[in-house]
């Protein structure tokens, strides 16, 4: 302004981060419009509950045109990513305007709890199973009514929303679960059919698709879900990407005798969904490490390891505390350079490397958050005593290294790997941290390199 101060208006784009996405509100827009039946279409995010944003489209009809929800939907599907699909469509006969003749996004009404849908897709709860768990579903999803065929995340489900439906389902049917099961079973009828066993086995539980679908092997990814979901949607669309997980039905890791055990585990997993090689492997941090060690022993049943990805993973050997002096000084140099916002972002950083990122950014589920953070002390505890018995073995095939630029206090060059690579190491340098490489805009690199590297080792 004239007399020096800074007036904020905020973003006047309309693009809104969600679940760590930053989506352009006029691309669903734009796609919307290209229905035969849609006149005019404005897609806003909304907050009914904190921490927990979600997408919503208002539309209104060409003259003397229906469209059903479930049309809308599949139509979507078809040409944007999952991350900007609407959770809610609602149909107006005319959209708010300001008196200057612009959409008043403030007046748009709230999503209506009722659901059209056709009769005929919908089938209702036959037992008192499906009965409960569609109460569930609808009080989590905040939408209803909600049929046994319907898929979670087709209604707007998303990671956040299926911890919370999960803690419910746990709490109502006295079963403990792996969330994995959700993933893997996601509609009503499917997620009774396995509460009504009288024996549960989670045998079958570590092996949740984030990308079921696509013509090209499947790239397996080791101990996440979120991160590398966040990774998908910049990635081919005909690349099918599977997340490992061990964790028991309250969120704690399982504990094996070490890495050799874990990567036997999710090697027989990865054998019922893909009996033979070509494999596609990776993980990030430790997960590279149980990949690398997934590598070596389907090597050694004659399987072909196409591509191990190893996302800042550090050869647990090599992995030594600073000096004091040299954080300290490291430190004092980004606060003299940055000011006092970095105090505030040490503070986090360091929260973060204890408990996780998930504890500090979804107030949305503050009641598992205390759960949460005792499990993931638990698997850093567990973590350090894999790591304190493992001793890797040279690998006979290609490592392909993504390495963070910014290493911070570790000095080790190409972390570790270099002896251990006996087909050659390949180091890719992403700008970031160890965490930010999975963040905007390290992300969209990490995922054009990788998808260059599968391409090059199935060619």
């Known amino acids: ?66 469209v059903k929800v479930e049309q809308l939907r599949r139509f979507l ?28 996004r403030r007046s748009l009404p709230e999503p209506a709890q009722t659901r059209q849908q056709a009769e005929e897709t919908f ?15 609808e009080n989590v999803l905040g939408i209803k009514p909600i049929g046994i065929k319907d ?92 997340a490992l997980i061990s964790e028991d039905g309250q969120g704690m890791p399982i504990r094996f005798n070490g890495i050799e055990e874990l990567a036997s585990r999710y090697i027989n997993e990865i054998r019922t969904l893909q009996p033979e090689g070509p494999y596609l492997l990776g993980g990030h941090s430790f997960g ?31 992995i030594k505390k600073p000096p004091v002096s040299k954080s300290l000084s490291y430190n004092l140099n980004q606060l003299l350079k940055i000011g006092p916002a970095y105090l505030l972002k040490y503070g986090i950083e360091r929260l973060s490397e204890k408990y996780g990122n998930f504890a500090l950014k979804n107030k949305f589920i503050r009641i598992k958050k205390l759960q949460y953070l005792v499990s993931r002390a638990a698997y850093i505890k567990l973590v350090k005593e894999y790591a304190a018995k493992y001793i890797p073995q040279p690998y006979l095939g290609r490592i392909n290294l993504f390495m963070a630029s910014d290493r911070r206090f570790q000095d080790e060059p190409k972390l570790g790997w270099t002896k ?39 060619s």
């Open 77 to 104: 599907q078809q040409k944007l990513p999952v991350y900007m699909m609407p959770s809610a469509f609602v149909i107006l006969k005319a959209l708010p305007m300001t008196p200057n003749g612009k959409i008043d």
């Open 288 to 318: 590279g490490v149980i990949a690398f060690e997934m590598a070596q022993q389907l090597s050694s049943q004659g399987q072909h390891i196409a591509l191990l990805a190893l996302f800042d993973s550090y050869v647990p050997s090599t």
């Open 151 to 242: 898929n979670f995340f087709d209604l707007g489900g998303n990671s956040l929303l299926s911890i919370h439906l999960f803690a419910q389902v746990q709490k109502a049917f006295k079963k403990d679960m792996p969330l994995a099961i959700l993933y893997q079973n996601p509609t009503i009828e499917q997620l009774a059919i396995i509460i009504r066993q009288l024996e549960f086995s989670p045998s079958l539980s570590s092996l949740v698709p984030i990308k079921a679908n696509g013509s090209k092997p499947p790239l397996f990814l080791c101990q996440g879900f979120s991160l590398y979901e966040s990774l998908v949607s910049y990635l081919d669309s005909e690349q099918p990407v599977y």
């Open 123 to 137: 089938v209702p709860p036959s037992d008192e199973i499906e009965l409960k768990l569609a109460r569930i579903w």
């Open 420 to 458: 251990l690579a006996g087909g050659g190491l390949e180091i890719h340098e992403i700008p970031g941290d160890h965490t930010s490489i999975f963040q905007e805009p390290s992300i969209r690199l990490v995922a054009k390199k990788l998808e260059l590297s599968i391409d090059d080792r199935l």
């Open 1 to 66: 302004m004239s007399d020096g101060n800074i007036e904020f208006l905020g973003r006047i784009d309309h693009q809104v981060k969600i679940r760590g996405f930053r989506i352009e509100l006029g691309e669903i827009e734009a796609v919307l419009r290209q229905h035969p039946s849609v006149k005019e279409a404005v897609v806003i995010s909304r907050e009914e509950v904190q921490g927990d944003k979600r997408l919503v489209a208002y539309l209104t009809l060409n003259l003397e045109q229906t």
